[in-house]
Protein backbone atom coordinates (compact mmCIF):
# COMPACT_ATOMS: atom_id res chain seq x y z
CA UNK A 1 0.00 0.00 0.00
CA UNK A 2 1.16 3.16 -0.96
CA UNK A 3 2.37 6.22 2.11
CA UNK A 4 -0.40 8.17 3.20
CA UNK A 5 -0.34 11.89 2.49
CA UNK A 6 -0.29 14.49 4.99
CA UNK A 7 -3.51 16.00 5.68
CA UNK A 8 -3.22 19.97 6.68
CA UNK A 9 -6.45 19.96 8.02
CA UNK A 10 -5.77 17.16 10.49
CA UNK A 11 -2.47 18.57 11.39
CA UNK A 12 -0.58 16.02 10.31
CA UNK A 13 3.53 15.81 10.19
CA UNK A 14 4.41 12.60 9.64
CA UNK A 15 7.69 11.64 12.07
CA UNK A 16 10.33 9.99 9.52
CA UNK A 17 13.54 9.66 12.78
CA UNK A 18 13.24 6.10 14.11
CA UNK A 19 15.83 6.82 16.67
CA UNK A 20 13.02 9.64 17.79
CA UNK A 21 10.17 7.95 17.64
CA UNK A 22 11.96 4.79 19.74
CA UNK A 23 12.90 7.60 22.74
CA UNK A 24 9.19 8.94 22.80
CA UNK A 25 8.22 5.08 22.96
CA UNK A 26 11.24 4.47 26.00
CA UNK A 27 9.40 7.21 27.82
CA UNK A 28 6.77 5.07 29.27
CA UNK A 29 7.48 3.60 32.21
CA UNK A 30 5.14 0.98 32.02
CA UNK A 31 4.01 1.05 35.63
CA UNK A 32 0.50 0.82 37.19
CA UNK A 33 -1.38 -0.36 33.87
CA UNK A 34 -1.18 -3.37 31.15
CA UNK A 35 -2.36 -0.85 28.32
CA UNK A 36 -1.60 2.43 26.08
CA UNK A 37 -3.55 4.03 23.63
CA UNK A 38 -1.37 5.69 21.03
CA UNK A 39 -3.59 9.19 19.73
CA UNK A 40 -3.27 9.88 15.99
CA UNK A 41 -0.34 6.88 14.88
CA UNK A 42 -0.35 8.44 11.18
CA UNK A 43 1.55 5.57 9.72
CA UNK A 44 2.88 3.91 12.67
CA UNK A 45 6.47 5.29 12.73
CA UNK A 46 5.94 5.42 16.89
CA UNK A 47 4.01 2.34 17.29
CA UNK A 48 6.14 -0.22 15.54
CA UNK A 49 8.00 0.39 19.16
CA UNK A 50 4.97 0.31 21.60
CA UNK A 51 4.02 -3.23 19.56
CA UNK A 52 7.82 -4.51 20.73
CA UNK A 53 7.14 -3.58 24.46
CA UNK A 54 5.15 -6.18 27.05
CA UNK A 55 2.08 -4.12 26.90
CA UNK A 56 -1.43 -3.75 25.10
CA UNK A 57 -1.16 -1.48 22.63
CA UNK A 58 -4.21 -0.09 20.93
CA UNK A 59 -4.50 3.12 18.51
CA UNK A 60 -6.98 5.85 17.81
CA UNK A 61 -7.18 7.38 14.06
CA UNK A 62 -9.38 9.57 13.12
CA UNK A 63 -8.25 9.48 9.17
CA UNK A 64 -9.24 6.76 6.62
CA UNK A 65 -6.60 6.79 5.34
CA UNK A 66 -4.25 6.05 7.99
CA UNK A 67 -6.44 3.46 9.67
CA UNK A 68 -6.25 1.10 6.32
CA UNK A 69 -2.67 1.54 6.37
CA UNK A 70 -2.03 0.31 9.61
CA UNK A 71 -4.76 -2.61 9.50
CA UNK A 72 -2.84 -3.37 6.08
CA UNK A 73 1.10 -3.29 7.27
CA UNK A 74 0.34 -4.24 11.34
CA UNK A 75 -1.01 -7.08 11.82
CA UNK A 76 -0.51 -7.16 15.64
CA UNK A 77 -3.24 -4.15 15.87
CA UNK A 78 -5.71 -6.58 14.74
CA UNK A 79 -8.68 -5.40 16.57
CA UNK A 80 -6.92 -2.83 18.36
CA UNK A 81 -7.59 0.31 15.68
CA UNK A 82 -10.13 2.76 16.46
CA UNK A 83 -11.49 4.60 13.93
CA UNK A 84 -12.80 7.64 15.94
CA UNK A 85 -11.99 11.30 16.98
CA UNK A 86 -9.92 10.74 20.73
CA UNK A 87 -11.84 14.42 21.85
CA UNK A 88 -15.30 12.90 21.09
CA UNK A 89 -15.38 9.18 21.66
CA UNK A 90 -15.89 7.53 24.96
CA UNK A 91 -13.21 5.54 25.98
CA UNK A 92 -14.67 3.09 27.87
CA UNK A 93 -16.48 1.56 25.30
CA UNK A 94 -12.58 -0.36 25.14
CA UNK A 95 -10.99 0.36 28.67
CA UNK A 96 -14.32 -0.16 31.65
CA UNK A 97 -12.30 1.79 34.12
CA UNK A 98 -9.52 0.17 33.42
CA UNK A 99 -5.85 1.96 33.53
CA UNK A 100 -3.95 2.42 31.06
CA UNK A 101 -1.43 5.06 29.28
CA UNK A 102 -1.88 8.00 26.46
CA UNK A 103 1.41 8.60 24.30
CA UNK A 104 1.31 9.81 20.81
CA UNK A 105 3.09 12.52 17.98
CA UNK A 106 0.21 14.50 18.59
CA UNK A 107 -1.64 16.85 16.33
CA UNK A 108 -0.62 20.66 17.27
CA UNK A 109 -4.14 21.87 16.30
CA UNK A 110 -5.94 20.14 18.76
CA UNK A 111 -2.73 18.95 21.41
CA UNK A 112 -3.86 21.03 23.96
CA UNK A 113 -7.68 19.86 24.11
CA UNK A 114 -5.97 16.59 24.15
CA UNK A 115 -4.47 17.16 27.88
CA UNK A 116 -7.58 18.83 28.63
CA UNK A 117 -9.54 15.65 27.74
CA UNK A 118 -7.06 13.53 29.61
CA UNK A 119 -7.44 15.43 32.84
CA UNK A 120 -11.00 14.74 32.53
CA UNK A 121 -10.24 10.95 32.57
CA UNK A 122 -7.15 11.54 35.16
CA UNK A 123 -8.35 8.35 37.49
CA UNK A 124 -7.79 6.34 34.59
CA UNK A 125 -4.38 7.29 33.35
CA UNK A 126 -1.51 7.17 35.49
CA UNK A 127 0.59 8.57 32.85
CA UNK A 128 0.64 10.35 29.58
CA UNK A 129 3.86 11.14 27.10
CA UNK A 130 4.19 12.76 23.51
CA UNK A 131 5.46 15.24 21.55
CA UNK A 132 3.71 18.73 21.13
CA UNK A 133 4.72 21.98 19.58
CA UNK A 134 7.26 22.80 21.51
CA UNK A 135 6.33 25.89 23.13
CA UNK A 136 2.85 23.83 24.34
CA UNK A 137 5.01 21.32 26.17
CA UNK A 138 6.90 24.02 28.06
CA UNK A 139 3.73 25.86 28.97
CA UNK A 140 2.62 22.37 30.45
CA UNK A 141 5.90 22.26 32.30
CA UNK A 142 6.24 25.98 32.88
CA UNK A 143 6.40 27.25 36.71
CA UNK A 144 5.00 30.34 38.47
CA UNK A 145 6.00 33.75 37.53
CA UNK A 146 6.49 33.29 34.03
CA UNK A 147 4.68 34.84 30.82
CA UNK A 148 4.01 31.17 29.81
CA UNK A 149 2.18 29.95 32.74
CA UNK A 150 -1.32 29.67 32.45
CA UNK A 151 -4.45 27.45 32.64
CA UNK A 152 -2.50 24.26 31.26
CA UNK A 153 -0.08 24.99 33.65
CA UNK A 154 -2.02 24.91 36.87
CA UNK A 155 -4.64 22.24 35.62
CA UNK A 156 -2.10 19.38 34.59
CA UNK A 157 0.13 20.25 37.91
CA UNK A 158 -2.70 20.15 40.24
CA UNK A 159 -3.04 16.03 39.02
CA UNK A 160 0.39 15.06 37.61
CA UNK A 161 3.96 15.85 37.93
CA UNK A 162 5.13 17.00 33.98
CA UNK A 163 8.48 16.83 32.79
CA UNK A 164 9.82 18.84 29.67
CA UNK A 165 12.46 15.81 28.21
CA UNK A 166 13.85 17.20 24.94
CA UNK A 167 13.40 19.22 21.55
CA UNK A 168 12.97 18.05 18.57
CA UNK A 169 14.26 20.11 15.11
CA UNK A 170 11.55 20.62 12.31
CA UNK A 171 13.35 18.61 9.35
CA UNK A 172 12.64 15.31 11.14
CA UNK A 173 9.19 15.70 10.00
CA UNK A 174 7.02 14.96 6.73
CA UNK A 175 6.02 17.73 5.68
CA UNK A 176 8.28 20.20 8.75
CA UNK A 177 6.57 22.01 10.53
CA UNK A 178 7.24 25.82 11.26
CA UNK A 179 8.04 25.38 14.45
CA UNK A 180 9.98 23.30 16.81
CA UNK A 181 8.68 20.79 18.39
CA UNK A 182 9.19 19.05 22.24
CA UNK A 183 8.29 15.45 24.50
CA UNK A 184 7.25 15.99 27.49
CA UNK A 185 5.78 13.58 30.30
CA UNK A 186 2.87 13.77 32.73
CA UNK A 187 2.85 11.38 35.66
CA UNK A 188 -0.15 11.42 37.77
CA UNK A 189 0.65 12.41 41.56
CA UNK A 190 0.50 9.60 44.29
CA UNK A 191 -2.21 11.71 46.00
CA UNK A 192 -4.17 13.33 43.19
CA UNK A 193 -7.44 14.23 44.85
CA UNK A 194 -7.53 18.14 45.78
CA UNK A 195 -8.12 19.33 49.17
CA UNK A 196 -10.66 21.74 47.73
CA UNK A 197 -14.02 21.29 45.34
CA UNK A 198 -12.36 20.61 41.75
CA UNK A 199 -15.00 22.53 39.33
CA UNK A 200 -14.58 25.59 41.63
CA UNK A 201 -11.16 24.86 41.26
CA UNK A 202 -11.19 24.96 37.58
CA UNK A 203 -13.50 27.93 37.24
CA UNK A 204 -10.68 29.93 39.68
CA UNK A 205 -8.42 29.14 37.41
CA UNK A 206 -9.86 29.34 34.17
CA UNK A 207 -11.18 33.07 35.62
CA UNK A 208 -8.21 33.98 36.85
CA UNK A 209 -6.05 33.38 33.69
CA UNK A 210 -8.83 35.15 31.33
CA UNK A 211 -7.73 38.14 32.58
CA UNK A 212 -4.02 37.73 33.77
CA UNK A 213 -2.70 41.19 33.52
CA UNK A 214 -5.80 42.08 36.32
CA UNK A 215 -4.74 41.60 40.17
CA UNK A 216 -7.04 38.43 41.34
CA UNK A 217 -9.31 41.61 43.10
CA UNK A 218 -10.15 42.14 39.76
CA UNK A 219 -9.93 39.56 37.30
CA UNK A 220 -12.35 37.09 40.09
CA UNK A 221 -14.81 39.79 40.49
CA UNK A 222 -17.71 37.47 38.64
CA UNK A 223 -17.18 34.82 41.10
CA UNK A 224 -19.23 37.83 44.06
CA UNK A 225 -16.59 37.39 47.08
CA UNK A 226 -17.43 38.94 49.75
CA UNK A 227 -15.38 42.36 50.86
CA UNK A 228 -13.89 40.61 53.88
CA UNK A 229 -12.34 37.97 51.07
CA UNK A 230 -11.04 40.31 48.81
CA UNK A 231 -9.61 42.05 51.32
CA UNK A 232 -6.97 39.32 51.84
CA UNK A 233 -3.45 40.00 50.12
CA UNK A 234 -3.70 37.45 48.17
CA UNK A 235 -5.69 39.14 46.09
CA UNK A 236 -3.08 41.29 45.57
CA UNK A 237 -1.72 39.57 43.26
CA UNK A 238 -1.77 38.34 39.29
CA UNK A 239 -2.17 34.96 38.45
CA UNK A 240 1.00 34.34 37.32
CA UNK A 241 2.65 34.58 40.45
CA UNK A 242 0.08 31.83 42.07
CA UNK A 243 2.11 28.38 42.14
CA UNK A 244 -0.44 25.21 42.06
CA UNK A 245 -0.62 25.11 46.05
CA UNK A 246 -1.48 28.78 46.30
CA UNK A 247 -4.30 28.54 43.88
CA UNK A 248 -5.39 25.76 45.72
CA UNK A 249 -5.53 27.63 48.77
CA UNK A 250 -7.34 30.45 47.17
CA UNK A 251 -9.79 28.44 46.18
CA UNK A 252 -10.29 27.05 49.64
CA UNK A 253 -10.70 30.67 50.85
CA UNK A 254 -13.34 31.38 48.40
CA UNK A 255 -14.79 27.99 49.44
CA UNK A 256 -15.13 29.28 53.30
CA UNK A 257 -16.50 32.96 51.83
CA UNK A 258 -19.27 30.45 50.82
CA UNK A 259 -19.08 29.92 46.73
CA UNK A 260 -20.11 26.80 45.98
CA UNK A 261 -18.68 26.79 42.04
Given at each position: ??????K????????????????IA??L?L???E?V????????????YL???????R????????????????????????S??F????I?????????????????NI???I????????????????????????????K?????Y???S??????YD?????????N???????????????????D????C??????T??K??????????????K?LN?S??????T????????????EF???T?????D????
Open positions: MEKVKAKHLGQHFLKDESIAKADTSKGYELEIGPGMGVLTKLEKPIITVIEIDTESVAYLDANYPKLKDKIIEDLKYDNQVYENKQFAIIGNFPYSTQVFRTLEFRDQIPEFSGMFQKEVAERICEKGSKAGILVLAQAFTEYLFTVDEVFIPPPKVKSGVMKMTRKEYSLPGEKLFFVVTAFQQRRKTLRNSLTLDKLREDIFDKRPEQLSVDIELQKIETGVQS
